[in-house]
Every structure is written in C-alpha cells, then in structure tokens.
C-alpha cells in the first residue's frame, strides 16, 4: 500500500509540476486505479481540465477540485497537498514509467478481485454463479492483457525474477513443525500407549531435533563466510552508501560500472540488493529513481521502507558516481581478496585435503583473486562517461510545430528551396 501512494504521488506531482510536457500520460491511467481515494479525485480534476483545453497545472487543479462535490476539504489544505505532490515526484520526465507502476497495480488488484468473486461464489455452493464470475474474470483478464500490452515494450520488460527463497531455512521450518505436531500428538497418547512405543517415539523425536540442529548450524556457518566475505566498518558502510547515491544522481553510469561492482562489494546487505535492483533496471531501460528502486526491491523482499531507501539514495552528486563506485569496490574487494586467503588457510589445515584437493581448491579461490584483480584494474581505468540520455528518462516528446511563416518562394531560387527540402528531409 505505501509503495502504491508513492507511486501515485509520483505520477500526479510529475504531471502538476511539467503540465504541458506530461500531461498525455493521464490518458494511460483512470481515477479508479488509485489506491487512496483523493489521488483519484486529483486525478480526475486533471482530466476534466485537460478534456477541456486546459492544462492541469496546480492552480488548476486546484480550482477545478473546489468544483468536486464529493471533496470537502478546505481551499489552503489542497494547497498544501497539491505541493507535496509536487514534491514527491523525483523526475517529471519519468511520469510514463511511474504510470506504469500504477497500472501494474491495479491490474493485481483487479485481478485479485476477480479471483475473490469467484472464490466467494464457490465458497457459499453456487457453482453457476461461480461459473459466471469464472467467465467475468476472463474478461477483465483480456481488459488488463489489452491495456498492459498499450504500455511501450521498454516499460513492460520483464526484470529478473527475485531469487528462490532460502531453501534450507525452509527445510528447517517443516523440520521444527513436524517435531512440534508429534511432540502433541505424544502428550494426546502418552496415557494410552505402552513404554515401549512411547520411548521409540521419544528416540525418532530426538533424532529429527538433532538432525535438524545440525542443518541449522551448516546454514549459519555458510551464511557466516557468506558475511564474512562483505567489507566491514563505518567506512566501508560509508563509501557503499555514497556511491549508491551518486549513482542514483546518474543512472547512465551504471552499464559502465557493471562490469566491476557488484552486490557482494558493499558493506550492508541490504544496499547490495538496491544496487542490483538499480543495476536490473537500467539493463532493462526503465528508468532509475528512489520510486522505481522502491517499488523493485518492495517486489524481490529487501527489507527496507521506501522512506529508508529515500533517505540512502537522496543527495547524490553525478559527476561523482564512478569515483564513489570505485572507492566502494576497492572495500569489496579487500574483503573478497582477504576470505580467499582464509579459505585457503582452512583448506590447507584440514589433513583431510590430499594435495589434489588443496590444489584444485587453492586454484579456484585464486582464479577468484585474479578476475577481482582485473576487475580493479578495470575500475581504476574507468572515467565517468556522459553517453545519450536514457528515452525513459526524457520528458513525453510534444508535437513539433514550425513557426516560421511557409515562404512562396521565387522561380530563381529553385535550387535553395531544393536545398531547403533535402534539409527538412533529413
């Protein structure tokens, strides 16, 4: 829900704030599409007045909401509100991508409504009517595949999926499940059983708790090197943080810093998993902002508040974004340099690792240190690059119009108009 307002705020302030250059994506979006229902009320005031040649800009859509019969607040307090729409908006050039956030929403939301219909139908034995509402569902389906597929194709790519769920801490819950069910199921029968079933019952139950102990302590082990192989202290949590910033300030370096920063480089976990959601968005070409950065990593489970994620990415400088993605990968890198040495240390302590063994071992974390090695040189190398700006990122193209006045011309200057034609031409 706090994601979806934010989304909204977004779109309205995008358009309230740049009118006459974003004011044809409120053709995309319908007043029913906003969660909070004020947003909707904006959102149709703006239509009325766009519908009627006016742009929708905040003293006119402010006056037009005073018209709302169904609006009650007071003049100085859609004031107000109108501003922090404005103010919630990042880029008005990014009003399209956060129209597409809306609409992604309210087809969820549509469709959940249609599935509740039909579970609801079928719940009370009304199979027709379910039936029925199975037919509806289909319909709104075909609605919402229509106006997805209207959205332009950089706007509807599919990001990666986000990772599988921990497996083993899956494991472990229906481990522990399974001990608590049987562990009631044996205080149910403890008088109605012979000694002998009910210490065989006991031994499996210990059994399964040991087992799962063990599985417990294998994963925090490796969730323990994993961490390990993070930078750690202030000033590594310091430099992640900054180039997440700069590079929220310039979304087009992102392709070139790619190559070499990656998540496991930053100090916090959680500021991994936003540069790589920053990183996917630009691969795809949607555009790059503390709401689309939210709204991603709201999707693939990061736990963070967009608030936090406004506060991380906020007051970034653009100029600065490589040199502060290189101080960050210098962090990471140490890190990933030093538990490669503490592996191969472990492997070569262990009298179970014949030479075979350490070797190949030893190989693999070196080649490890080498690609980190090459990576280092190739940031080192880096300079901030300033290619074309992102289509996302540009403001809704308007119609081009000509104002010079059309001239009639002479029969002696053939030749320049000739001229004239094959420039306009190209």
């Given at each position: 829900m706090q994601r979806s307002v934010r989304a909204e705020q977004a779109l309205l302030g995008a358009v309230l704030s740049d009118p006459a250059g974003q004011q044809r994506v409120l053709d995309w979006v319908r007043p029913g599409d906003m969660r909070r229902p004020y947003h909707g009320q904006v959102l149709a005031a703006m239509q009325r007045l766009r519908g009627g040649g006016v742009l929708p800009g905040p003293h006119e859509v402010r006056r037009e909401l005073g018209n709302d019969p169904d609006l009650r607040a007071e003049a100085s307090d859609r004031v107000v509100y109108l501003a922090e729409l404005m103010e919630r908006s990042p880029r008005d050039g990014h009003a399209l991508a956060y129209a597409a956030l809306v609409i992604d929403q309210a087809v969820h939301d549509q469709m959940h409504l249609a599935g509740s219909r039909m579970a609801q139908a079928a719940g009370s034995g009304n199979l027709d009517g379910a039936f029925v509402q199975a037919r509806r569902a289909r319909q709104e389906l075909a609605a919402a595949r229509a106006r997805w597929e209207k959205l332009p194709q950089h706007l509807r790519r599919d990001l990666p999926a986000p990772g599988p769920r921990d497996q083993a801490g899956a494991e472990i819950a229906r481990r522990a499940k399974a001990v608590r069910d049987e562990l009631a199921r044996l205080r149910d029968d403890v008088w109605a059983t012979g000694g002998g079933e009910i210490q065989d019952r006991l031994a499996g139950i210990a059994q399964e708790i040991a087992e799962t102990?063990?599985?417990?302590?294998?994963?925090?082990a490796r969730r323990d090197a994993a961490a390990e192989a993070r930078p750690a202290g202030r000033e590594a949590a310091a430099a992640g943080a900054q180039?997440?910033?700069?590079?929220?300030?310039?979304?087009?370096?992102?392709?070139?810093v790619n190559g070499w920063l990656q998540p496991a480089h930053f100090a916090s976990r959680e500021h991994g998993e936003l540069y790589r959601v920053m990183r996917d968005l630009h691969a795809a070409g949607k555009p790059v902002d503390a709401v689309t950065v939210s709204w991603e990593a709201g999707r693939r489970g990061v736990v963070m508040t967009p608030q936090q994620i406004d506060a991380v990415l906020a007051g970034g400088v653009a100029a600065a974004a490589v040199p502060s993605a290189r101080a960050a990968h210098e962090h990471g890198a140490r890190a990933q340099v030093a538990q490669a040495g503490r592996d191969i240390q472990a492997q070569a302590t262990d009298p179970a690792s014949s030479p075979p063994i350490l070797l190949r071992a030893a190989d693999k974390r070196l080649c490890q240190v080498e690609r980190e090695h090459a990576a280092v040189r190739a940031a080192r190398l880096s300079v901030s690059a300033q290619p074309p700006p992102d289509r996302a990122a540009e403001p809704l193209p308007a119609q081009r119009t000509d104002p010079r006045p059309a001239s009639p011309g002479r029969a002696g200057d053939r030749p320049a108009q000739a001229r004239h034609q094959e420039a306009e031409a190209r």
């Open positions: 102990a063990a599985l417990s302590a294998d994963r925090a180039a997440l910033r700069d590079l929220a300030a310039a979304p087009q370096q992102l392709a070139g």
